[in-house]
């Protein structure tokens, strides 16, 4: 299982871009990174999937290097409902052998203020 | 609109009492799984179906148990209450083969006293 690193926490502003990074050092040729997004008293809600290059869909972008070695989500122009934690997973992409591999780590609390 | 529900929201219960916490979604997915959020841990996996009569072990599967009758339902039950499983309780459910994205429930409040 590929342990992933996140900062703590992140401070930012209204209309500003966010970017999370994600280390995952020993990421597998079969792993997926995946992001999701938790506000308070909430289950996660998906964010974005990747596994080379750059993702992109309505919400967010996710910038992942040729190495794989860390990926970056990016938030575009922020605002205060984006205050929540993101979490970074990296697990096999074919369900039935990530098995009970996925897992979430601590996550990344991200405070937008006016 | 096809939802995935929990309940109860909160449970307060007694130390050694059988609890069981419910979870039913309509999007006849077949994989559903267990999770519980404690502060400073993010979420561990508790248990895990890919199916009808398949259950799997996860992370934290010690003092819990689950069973997959249907499509639509996967109950957590706690044999024997203790405090260290007081928690915020999440089912999720997805579809395929794929990690595909899971949806998740709006949680359960567990506290045992």
């Known amino acids: 299982l590929a342990k992933t690193t996140q900062p703590i926490s992140m401070d930012s502003y209204e209309g500003q871009e966010v970017n999370i990074t994600c280390s995952h050092n020993n990421i597998a040729t079969n792993d997926y990174i995946t992001w999701y997004q938790q506000f308070p008293s909430q289950g996660p809600r998906f964010i974005i999937q990747?596994?080379?290059t750059k993702v992109t869909n309505e919400v967010a972008s996710l910038f992942i290097p040729a190495d794989r070695k860390s990926s970056t989500l990016s938030l575009p122009r922020v605002s205060l409902s984006d205050t929540a934690v993101y979490y970074c997973l990296v697990g096999e992409h074919m369900i039935k052998a990530a098995g009970n591999k996925l897992t979430f780590g601590g996550g990344t609390r991200v405070l937008v203020k006016p | 609109d096809a939802e995935i529900t929990q309940s109860p929201r909160h449970k307060i219960t007694e130390t050694g009492r059988q609890v069981t916490l419910a979870c039913h979604q309509t999007?006849?997915?077949?994989?559903m799984f267990w999770y519980r959020q404690d502060l400073g841990h993010g979420l561990r996996l508790i248990h895990y179906s890919y199916g009808v009569q398949d259950t799997n072990k996860g992370e934290v599967s010690d003092g819990y148990s689950v069973s997959r009758s249907n499509t639509e339902d996967l109950p957590l039950t706690l044999e024997s209450a203790a405090s260290s499983q007081t928690s915020v309780y999440f089912c999720a459910s997805s579809e395929g083969t794929a990690y595909n994205e899971q949806f998740f429930g709006p949680g359960t409040r567990l506290t045992v006293l």
């Open positions: 990747g596994y080379k």
């Open positions: 999007w006849n997915h077949n994989n």
